[in-house]
């Protein structure tokens, strides 16, 4: 069975510094990989996605994230984080054949100070 | 992307009743949906999975007889809750794709239904 751990509770960041949430994942082939930003009370917004290809994915926001299949890792960063960007961020698996639903981490919660 | 609209976004029910939620694809044909159950502060989790015209497939521990679903026609699929009760309120997330076409197509997702059971 797939797993996805993002093994950060919270992180906290300070308003213009780089950011890196890490995820890590459990799949016997190469996996769909996703991160979502949820702010509270609110749905699922998709900031990227990896499929094949270049393991270097841009997203929206600023955001991009590396595949590393030696290290079944597929970590979030951005150079240089705002205020707005405190979420929820999650990061979720899916089997190749896709259809199957999504496995998701337990999230990270981001805070930013000031 | 697609969209998928969910509806209502916020309902509360009283305890012993009946909920329905409903989760439309509206440019998109959607042969397959999913359904997600997100308890405060904590992550998602996949409770079924709907084929069109098919009955849904539930994970294990999901109440299929408590959580009825619904996927008659390739852009609506519902979600009922049943006899709810104050344990079941949750945020309720649909998401969904067509598998129609041919290799992979990623999945889209609603914007939740928070359920608040009193």
């Known amino acids: 069975a797939q797993s996805v751990t993002q093994p950060d509770i919270h992180i906290t960041v300070s308003e213009g510094a780089s950011l890196e949430l890490r995820c890590n994942y459990s799949?016997?082939?190469?996996?769909?990989l996703f991160w979502y930003v949820q702010s509270p009370g609110q749905g699922l917004q998709l900031l990227l996605k990896?499929?094949?290809?270049?393991?270097l994915v841009q997203g929206i926001k600023g955001f991009e994230a590396e595949f590393k299949r030696s290290q079944s890792s597929f970590n979030l960063r951005k150079p240089s984080v705002h205020w707005s960007d405190a979420a929820e961020y999650f990061c979720?698996?899916?089997?190749?054949?896709?259809?199957?639903?999504?496995?998701f981490g337990k999230g990270t919660h981001l805070i930013i100070q000031p | 992307g697609a969209v998928v609209s969910q509806h209502p976004s916020r309902v509360i029910c009283k305890s012993g009743t009946s909920v329905k939620i409903e989760c439309r694809s509206l440019?998109?044909?959607?042969?397959?949906m999913f359904w997600y159950r997100q308890f405060p502060k904590q992550s998602l989790m996949l409770m079924a999975t709907?084929?069109?015209?098919?009955?849904?497939?539930?994970e294990q521990g999901v109440e299929k007889d408590k959580f009825l679903i619904n996927h008659a026609s390739l852009t609506l699929s519902t979600l009922t809750v049943t006899s709810a009760h104050p344990e079941d309120s949750s945020f309720y997330i649909c998401?969904?794709?067509?598998?129609?076409?041919?290799?992979?197509?990623?999945?889209?997702f609603g914007q939740g239904t928070r359920l608040t059971v009193v």
């Open positions: 709907s084929n069109e015209g098919s009955k849904a497939t539930y």
């Open positions: 990896y499929f094949s290809g270049d393991t």
């Open positions: 998401s969904a794709k067509n598998l129609g076409q041919g290799g992979y197509t990623e999945a889209f």
């Open positions: 979720a698996v899916e089997s190749g054949g896709g259809a199957d639903g999504l496995t």
């Open positions: 799949y016997g082939a190469t996996p769909y």
């Open positions: 440019d998109f044909q959607a042969t397959t």
